[in-house]
């Protein structure tokens, strides 16, 4: 997969040199290229920005300088897809990155002062690019170089090969079961006074496979009650029931509707 990042703060995107990331770009797994808005500038000050039209605080990024920048990034009959990070997009979720990580080329374009001006998405979408905007929360920052980091390395360790052991993608949280992860202990057994639960030294696969899905089904319902009124009416069987049942305190636990729990 290739991802090409287009920022004014290059420098900042250093940390995907590092870690699983890292070692999948020098594998040759994932073709990371970072570029300087400012290299498609055209005056002596290299400006990306100006004034907003109508007044108000802040700076606008110039939508020329944004223009050079994609055209030059995004064939115009290829398969790119255009990623664009912005507090007002639709929030990045796992869901996302999987979609994303089928991709054989995105652009990220980090906007930084109060953002890109709005023609650019415009144009590219009617000139067919494929374009997301995505926020990484209900929270702003004060650039998209950090939501293209987060955004890299959630789509990046789900490409074949990233992640040493596949099967670790499968039943982490925000995983298929839709679900969050149960709690996960290593040695020493005792620590602090505090020992690990007995049945994660049994050795009993069978036992700790349904331990698991407990602490799972247990964990979300106390704090993601919307992920367990998300869940398909397939997606429980009858201990799952119990445990959603004893954990909300709701005798009558359903899935596909709101928790009584969802607003406590
Ligand atoms: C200061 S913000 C602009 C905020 C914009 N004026 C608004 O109120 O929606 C500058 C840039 O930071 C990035 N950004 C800020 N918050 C973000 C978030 N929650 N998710 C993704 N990107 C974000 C975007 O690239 C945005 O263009």
Redesign the pocket.
Known sequence: MRIDVVTIFPDYLAALDLSLVGKARRAGLLDLRVHDLRDWTDDRHRTVDDTPFGGGA?MVMRPDVWGRALDDLLPADGPARLVV?????EVFTQRRAEALATEEHLVVA???????DARVVEHYRDRGVAVDE????D??????EV?ALVMVEAVGRLLPGVVGNPHSLVEESHGEAGLLEYPVYTKPPVWQGREVPDVLLSGHHARIERWRRDEALRRTARRRPDMIAALGEDALDRRDREVLAEATGDADASVGEASHDADA
């Open positions: 802040g990070p912005s507090p007002s997009g980090c906007g930084r002062y109060e953002g890109i995505l926020s990484l929360g929270y702003v920052l004060n650039g998209g939501a």
